[in-house]
T-cell receptor, first 107, second 113 residues
Framework: GIQVEQSPPDLILQEGANSTLRCNFSDSVNNLQWFHQNPWGQLINLFYIPSGTKQNGRLSATTVATERYSLLYISSSQTTDSGVYFC?????????FGKGTRLHILP | NAGVTQTPKFRVLKTGQSMTLLCAQDMNHEYMYWYRQDPGMGLRLIHYSVGEGTTAKGEVPDGYNVSRLKKQNFLLGLESAAPSQTSVYFCASIKAGTGNTIYFGEGSWLTVV
């Protein structure tokens, strides 16, 4: 089945810094989605992005489907951005998650 | 509109006991999924269903069974719980077709002692 790898596994940044999170997938996908899991365990939908670029405030995402990767950009980080970021790839009716990137934003 | 609801939210089981987790969605979604989340492992797919009466194995199906007798409900069963099944379980649903977003329940914390 499809493999989804995320990097880096952990990231510690000072408030105000920018960051780039990467998601590689081993095969073509029907869709790709980014999520943020907050400290209470809730999974928040960030982007539905099978290809192209989308922006939502300080967050943006780019998926290059032909090269099988997606990037999540966070600009001007805030402490509330802390948590785990997951990408999930859709293929053959399955939705497979990466292991996530744990982001710590220091005040 | 409740979205995706999981019950129970917390449960402690003894090794060898059985239990069922219920996932209910009120959005008329065709596809439903059960995941487990362990520290550092992300969400791993246990079983999924593409419609009423159908189920399929995911990445880590051993030790679990599922049923989808009604479109709105997806049940996850542990016949003989083991400590290795201590985890947080998430249910999700999505409407069939492209361009649709997945919706998650709030999670069920299960401890097997």
């Amino acid at each position: 089945g499809i493999q989804v790898e995320q990097s880096p596994p952990d990231l510690i940044l000072q408030e105000g810094a920018n960051s780039t999170l990467r998601c590689n997938f081993s095969d073509s996908v029907n869709n790709l989605q980014w999520f943020h899991q907050n400290p209470w365990g809730q999974l928040i939908n960030l982007f539905y992005i099978p290809s192209g670029t989308k922006q939502n405030g300080r967050l943006s995402a780019t998926t290059v489907a032909t090269e099988r990767y997606s990037l999540l950009y966070i600009s001007s980080s805030q402490t509330t951005d802390s948590g785990v970021y997951f990408c999930a790839a859709y293929r053959d009716d399955k939705i497979i998650f990466g292991k996530g990137t744990r982001l710590h934003i220091l005040p | 509109n409740a979205g995706v609801t999981q019950t129970p939210k917390f449960r402690v089981l003894k090794t060898g006991q059985s239990m069922t987790l219920l996932c209910a969605q009120d959005m008329n979604h065709e596809y439903m999924y059960w995941y487990r989340q362990d520290p550092g492992m992300g969400l791993r797919l246990i079983h999924y269903s593409v419609g009423e009466g159908t189920t399929a194995k995911g990445e880590v199906p051993d030790g679990y069974n599922v049923s989808r007798l009604k479109k709105q409900n997806f049940l996850l069963g542990l016949e003989s719980a083991a400590p290795s099944q201590t985890s947080v379980y998430f249910c999700a649903s999505i409407k069939a077709g492209t361009g649709n977003t997945i919706y998650f329940g709030e999670g069920s914390w299960l401890t097997v002692v």
